[in-house]
């Protein structure tokens, strides 16, 4: 027996994992000593179960409390990924599973195990910012962004969720490559994500779809004013020079903005097409400057939103943009 305890210690400490049991008549806690390591507790002390609840951090805790009392309920056991503030107040994920014991019908025990996870947990928080982040900038990439735009989709958008889609190009992005060099695009291209962020601080999504070209996902409800506001200090920002070694670099952007109604939202493929004719149009017509779709689809108008606002003109095209 002692060898075998030995083995199960050793294997035990090298998993990291530990068992626990709570007895339910007194709330009496029973951890063994990887479960002491795990909250950062001196081994063997006394243990007060509130006190350990409240090193769950707030949505652990609710899970875990969720999921312990519909165990009691059913006897179906369970298993959490759970994130708990040490006695150091260090932050550590815990892979907690548990199940109840019954006697004559009622529950009188809890046990289960809890295993540090923190290592794997960066691990695959790594893979999942590699897998949907652009790495130039740290914005989401094109494949996060059509995920989300046909989540809100299936939700059937309306305008409480989504007021725009705005596409943004950095203007003359190939220039800047040719005379200042790669390094200093990629500056810009960095600078420039900071920027939208600065912009955008509120929006639903910001991504970079690749190259020079960016999208933002606006909230709802957005007036007309409000919007005129937003836009213009896109413009305005945007347009600072930027900082490469002793170089000033002038930058500008085009802007494209589609309005999003639920009514007239078809699809992810015809809000890029409106925001990306608007797109076209900024940059055919002299670039730095912003325009809104404004069109005819299936015999529906589009509003004219943006129309009159300071330092943007929008021209009659007849409904070709």
Known sequence: ?????????????????????????????????????????????????????????????????????????????FVLDANIRTAGNESRWMRLSAQAVYRQGRPVRIFGAKQDITHEKQLWDGLRQLAEHDWLTGLANRRVFEARCNDLI?????????????????DHFKAINDR????????????????????????????????????????????????????????????????????????????????LKRTLFQ?????????DSALYLAKHTGRNTVRVFNGSVDGLRFPKALQGLPGYTYPDHGGHH
């Open 267 to 275: 699809g992810l493929e015809q809000a890029l097409a409106e925001a």
């Open 1 to 77: 027996m002692a060898d075998y305890k030995r083995l199960y210690d050793q294997a035990s400490q090298l998993a990291k994992i530990g068992a626990w049991e709570c007895d339910l008549k007194h709330e009496e806690l029973t951890w063994t000593d990887a479960v002491y390591d795990l909250f950062g507790l001196a081994r063997g002390s006394t243990l007060h179960r509130p006190s350990t609840v409240e090193m769950y951090f707030d949505e652990s805790r609710r899970q875990m409390q969720r999921l312990r009392a519909e165990a009691l309920r059913t006897a179906i056991s």
């Open 180 to 259: 200042f060099g790669h390094l200093a695009g990629d500056e810009c291209l960095r600078q420039f994500a900071a920027r939208l962020g600065r912009i955008f601080n509120d929006a639903i999504l910001i991504c970079r779809l690749g190259g020079d070209e960016f999208a933002a996902l606006l909230h709802a409800p957005l007036g007309r004013a409000q919007l005129s506001q937003i836009m213009e200090r896109a413009r305005r920002e945007l347009c600072a020079p930027v900082s490469w070694g002793n170089v000033q670099i002038d930058v500008s952007a085009s802007i494209g903005v589609a309005l």
């Open 154 to 170: 299936r939700r059937d958008i309306d305008e409480a969720s989504v007021a725009a889609l705005v596409l943004i190009d950095l």
